[in-house]
């Protein structure tokens, strides 16, 4: 439901069509897209091979950035209250130190084959998307299960049916910002002379989990699913890309018998800040440059993003994260006010470097209560997937990105820009920016973005909740028979969702098997 019949996507510019129609592809797309369009009239809203391809008639495709987005989680999770009782800490220790409300986690029958499975399958039957008008696919993902088969291959599966194996890209890792590399990466390919008119998806999933500890309340898991291409609704800024990478021992798996990381997580904080911090620089520095040659004199700031989204590791760090970029322009600012308005209050800290400021707690304490109304605004409604259902490593920031879009509606974001911090250990980072459409028309490519995913509030409310002692038991299950071979999961399949992937079999040489439930009548009548 991306497109309507009739929207300009649909009009083709002659010299491309020329093009790109002598090309066996081009026919094959077309005639299956023909067939598909008499059975359902939902497929009138995809646009051919050519018709994307008139994107690129004036050299660079026009708002290259995400049609549609699908998020994916667990139907099972365990209250954070209840696991601090359980564990033996203090009330609030989870709910307020780290702001955590509920953690999804997934049992035996779930791993990051069946997660991206189920999402991917997901968008594609909700948007009623043929197999064939896909031309790329990358995984980004952390959790790894076979150090030679890709996640990708495993998904082509679905694209069987079609007969369509031509579909570059392949998994990307860096611990969370697998999904970011692959995000770029699949702009890059349909801003590139490699593009052949179809679209590209990009699949982001994770299992995270922690030994037992501090550590484990921070878990979480999920997969979101990105329909990548000309047009969009969300497009991505271009040239407006911030980048920090080093190497670091923050975050690690070492051991590779093993689901656990090694993590130290003080270092692990100050590189997430000081990273932030170098890409805030970066990317204030190329948008300050755009300005100027469109005379604009006034510096970026913070107050011009309209909604501010972060890799979340835990939602009170992104508190803190609002907070931090709230620093850096105060600090760029020597005149800044602090007599009244948002830096009220910070003028004991004017002359500070950065570097010096990541264990402050008086310094914190101050930016906390002087951004709080800003975070309220900004960020806070991005959190709400994170806080219900935990971390989910590479598709984070996607899924805070989903709970903005699932919030307001097209008149609220229209012509907005929304902010992005992604993070990933090791360490990969950069700060970009999406710019949303202005177009709020009924049946509009953003109204039928949003429209997808208002039902997350409701689909995570609808999930079961586990006592703390099953949660354990479940963890302990499923550490000992991690990675075993000839290995039947014991995992209940009815308490999956409709339309869930999972696996069934792993037989003696380690090959994996899925099937899937099947999905409720108004999922199966897109299929």
């Known amino acids: 439901t991306l497109f309507r019949s009739g929207h300009s996507s649909w009009s083709h510019s002659a010299s491309m069509s020329r093009i790109f129609i002598r090309t066996g592809r081009y026919v094959q797309l077309t005639r299956v897209l023909q067939r598909r369009r008499a059975h359902s009239p939902r497929l009138r809203s995809f646009a051919s091979g050519s018709a994307l391809l008139k994107a690129a008639s004036n050299s660079w495709p026009n708002d290259v950035g995400i049609l549609a987005l699908e998020v994916y989680f667990p139907s099972q999770y365990v209250e954070q209250t209840e696991l601090e009782k359980y564990d033996g800490v203090d ?113 982001c999933g994770d299992i995270a989990v922690y030994a037992t500890g501090s550590a484990r309340p921070t878990g979480g898991a999920g997969a979101v699913a990105m329909l990548v291409g000309p047009n969009a609704p969300l497009s991505l800024e271009r040239g407006l890309r911030g980048t920090h990478m080093q190497h670091v021992y923050d975050f690690y798996k070492p051991d590779l018998s093993s689901e656990y990381p090694v993590v130290d997580g003080k270092l692990s904080i100050e590189c997430y800040f000081s990273a932030l911090d170098q890409c805030y620089s970066v990317y204030r520095k190329k948008i300050n440059e755009q300005q100027k040659r469109d005379e604009i004199s006034k510096p970026f700031t913070l107050s011009e993003f309209q909604h501010m989204i972060f890799h979340t590791p835990f939602c009170k760090l992104v508190q803190k994260s609002l907070a931090r970029l709230m620093l850096n322009d105060f600090l760029s600012d020597s005149s800044a006010n602090t007599e009244s308005g948002i830096y009220q209050g910070l003028e004991a800290f004017r002359g500070m470097k950065l570097e010096d ?34 971390n989910m490593y590479t598709p984070s920031v996607y899924g805070c990105l989903a709970s903005v879009l699932a919030q307001y509606s097209a008149q609220q974001l229209a012509g907005s820009r929304i902010g992005a911090f992604s993070y990933g250990s090791g360490l990969a980072s950069s700060m970009f920016s999406l ?36 949660f354990a038991d479940i963890m302990k299950m499923k550490e000992e028979t991690h990675h075993l071979a000839n290995y039947t999961p014991q995992g209940s399949v009815s308490d999956l969702a409709p339309g869930t992937w999972y696996l069934t079999q792993v037989d003696e040489k380690h090959r994996r098997f899925y099937s899937r439930r099947p999905p409720t009548e108004k999922e199966a009548v897109h299929q």
């Open 91 to 203: 009330a609030g220790k989870y709910t307020v130190g780290l702001g955590q409300t509920r953690m999804g986690f997934c049992s035996d029958r779930e791993d990051i084959n069946s997660l991206c499975l189920t999402v991917v399958q997901r968008l594609m039957e909700r948007n009623s998307l043929p197999s064939t008008s896909i031309g790329r696919l990358e995984v980004g993902t952390e959790t790894i299960i076979d150090k030679s088969k890709a996640v990708k291959t495993v998904l082509m599966q679905l694209f069987e049916g079609s007969g369509n194996t031509d579909i570059e890209g392949i998994d990307t890792t860096n611990a969370c910002y697998g999904g970011t590399a692959s995000l770029f990466n699949a702009a890059n390919w349909v801003e590139s002379s490699a593009w052949d008119g179809r679209y590209a998806l990009v699949v």
């Open 435 to 470: 710019r949303v459409s202005q177009d709020t028309a009924p049946g509009s490519p953003l109204n039928n973005l949003l429209s997808s995913l208002s039902d997350l509030p409701e689909r995570l409310e609808a999930r079961k909740r586990i006592k703390p002692e099953q």
């Open 357 to 390: 400021t990541y264990s402050n707690k008086e310094l914190e304490k101050a930016l906390l209560k002087a951004s709080q109304g800003v975070f309220n605004e900004k960020t806070k409604p991005s959190l709400l997937l994170s806080t219900q259902n935990g």
